[in-house]
């Protein structure tokens, strides 16, 4: 790095840190440094009354007061914040004072890493704080952390811009409370909805993230080129066809947590790279797909919050089931007045028109029926509810209705006007998969980039049989964005994706990368 690039701040403390190796002190010490309790615990677990329990903990330099001998600092562990009081009588009980009047009044900075031993106490001001009797250095930052105050419960001088945010998620992390819990219940999530499948025999399996066919969905792939097989691969949109691989193969309950990708727009509730959980059953239909999940997500509530009412912003949903079921067709006849059972795509097209919903030439009676319901049904669903029976040209992989052929078995869960989950009773008869994959091929050499491909080996899978089955995706991105309250997936992703930084980019364009 060019040191004409440094901050003033930068450079002092890249002089500090030199100044520390000249007194023999390692900045970074490569040593265990073994820690026996956290800031919470100990605030949680004080007793006025107890004897002064001696303590071990390390964490961040988050803010420092120096009073000639005797110091308060505030240090950040991984679970909260706790006051450390410092007498430089006491860490330095010999004639050599320079680990107080040098090391911690002059090199070290806010954001520095150390490690404290000492007893519990509290101050004469009632502060629950930690008595130093020995301070370790065990990371110099070199970077100046942007410091939030608070007065009033007012934040001043926030580092709130959320492209610096997203960006600097690891600055983000450090400076904004708030911000590590909902990754906390993101994970809370995730080892709740895996703990409800694993509790009822259901088999957690990995399939491939690159694919010579991007199945199991309709959308746009990324793609890429395998050098030694010579041949052109993408990274997975769905995992779906694999897993009901596995169900002709003999396993009756499947699940897989899966990272796909998807080569379209970014906005508040999509990124390209995203998280789903897909699951199959043997001999099971929507029906009871349906009551599992509600089911599930009532249990993932409970684990979360202990309750089974969530605020996203000024509504509380509640995830108590059992959840209502509605139609597509009834939800659009609701909503809009018109009724589009039995119609055609030219009367459909004249439908998007009547109802200033946005259609093109390349969009067929499926994609036309999604585009309505989207625009004037979807977000009108703020607690939970089941919409059933989509039509026929809307779902290529789900069985036809039991009792309408121009209806499928398939549901999608609504939640806060967006859809949660996808599910099907699945098609398991392979003559009717392959006349539904060639209509997906027509409609690809109409102009459809996201129609779905032919997968032949699927095809011979099933031709082999494939027991009755139900399916469902849900995206835990979005799940974990209503369990946590949160507007926009990026609130949710540690690290989502992002446009290069103006610097990065300018460099690259002069070097000819771009």
């Known amino acids: 790095m060019n040191l004409q690039e440094l901050s003033e701040q930068e450079v002092i403390r890249r002089g500090s840190l030199e100044q520390m190796r000249q007194l023999g002190i390692d900045p970074y010490p490569a040593a265990e440094y073994t820690t026996n309790a956290y800031a919470t615990e100990i605030k949680e677990t004080f007793k006025d009354d107890d004897p002064p329990r001696p303590v071990q903990i390390a964490g961040r330099i988050m803010s420092r007061r120096i009073m000639g001998k005797a110091s308060f600092m505030e240090l950040q562990d991984s679970e909260g914040r706790i006051q450390v009081y410092i007498s430089r009588d006491e860490i330095c009980p010999d004639e050599n004072k320079d680990l107080y009047n040098v090391v911690f009044k002059k090199l070290l900075d806010i954001g520095d890493y ?13 502060e629950i704080s930690v008595h130093a009797e020995g301070l370790t250095v065990l990371a110099k930052s070199l970077r100046v952390l942007p410091i939030v105050k608070k007065k009033d419960g007012v934040v001043y001088d926030g580092f709130t811009d959320p492209e610096q945010r997203y960006r600097q998620r690891y600055v983000d992390l450090i400076v904004n409370e708030g911000v590590k819990d909902v990754f906390v219940k993101r994970t809370k999530v995730f080892n709740s909805m895996r703990e409800f499948l694993n509790n009822h025999g259901y088999i957690e399996v990995d399939t491939p993230v690159l694919q010579s066919i991007p199945g199991g969905a309709t959308a746009r792939p990324f793609i890429t080129h395998h050098n030694a097989l010579d041949i052109p691969l993408y990274l997975r949109i769905a995992n779906e066809l694999y897993l009901k691989r596995l169900i002709v193969g003999g396993f009756e309950g499947v699940y897989e947590f899966s990272r796909n990708f998807r080569n379209e727009g970014m906005d508040r509730t999509h990124n390209p790279e995203f998280t789903v959980m897909e699951f199959y059953v043997a001999y099971k239909d929507y029906n009871w797909m349906m009551n599992f999940t509600e089911q599930m997500l009532e249990k993932i509530c409970m684990d979360v919050h202990g309750t089974t009412k969530v605020m996203m912003g000024d509504k509380e949903i509640d995830y108590k089931a059992p959840y209502p079921r509605v139609t597509m067709i009834d939800s659009i006849k609701h909503f809009t007045g018109v009724d589009i059972s039995g119609m055609n795509e030219d009367q459909l097209r004249d ?24 625009d004037k049904c979807e977000g009108n669903y703020i607690q939970p509810t089941f919409i059933i029976d989509y039509p026929i040209e809307m779902s290529p ?3 036809k209705h039991r009792n309408n052929p121009e209806l499928t078995e398939r549901f999608e869960l609504m939640v806060n006007g967006k859809e949660l989950a996808n599910a099907y009773s699945e098609l398991n008869d392979p003559i009717d998969q392959r006349m539904r994959f060639e209509d997906q091929l027509r409609l690809s050499e109409k102009g459809d980039d996201e129609a779905m491909f032919i997968d032949q080996d699927f095809l ?21 964005m209503f369990m946590t309250g949160q507007e926009s997936i990026q609130e949710v992703l540690f690290f989502p994706q992002m446009r290069p930084e103006k610097k990065q980019k300018k460099e690259e364009e002069e070097n000819g990368e771009a």
Do not use: H, W
């Not at 150390?114 to 009632?126: A, C, D, L, S, Y």
């Not at 011979?460 to 974990?480: F, H, K, Q």
């Open 460 to 480: 011979r899978a099933l031709e082999y049989g494939m027991p009755p089955t139900s399916g469902i995706g849900i995206g835990m991105d979005r799940l974990v």
């Open 397 to 399: 992989l789900t069985k």
């Open 351 to 374: 439908v998007c028109r009547q109802l200033g919903v946005e259609q093109d030439a390349t969009m067929g009676k499926g994609k036309l029926i999604d585009a309505i319901f989207g």
């Open 114 to 126: 150390v490690g404290i031993n000492g007893f519990v106490f509290r101050t004469q001001m009632g």
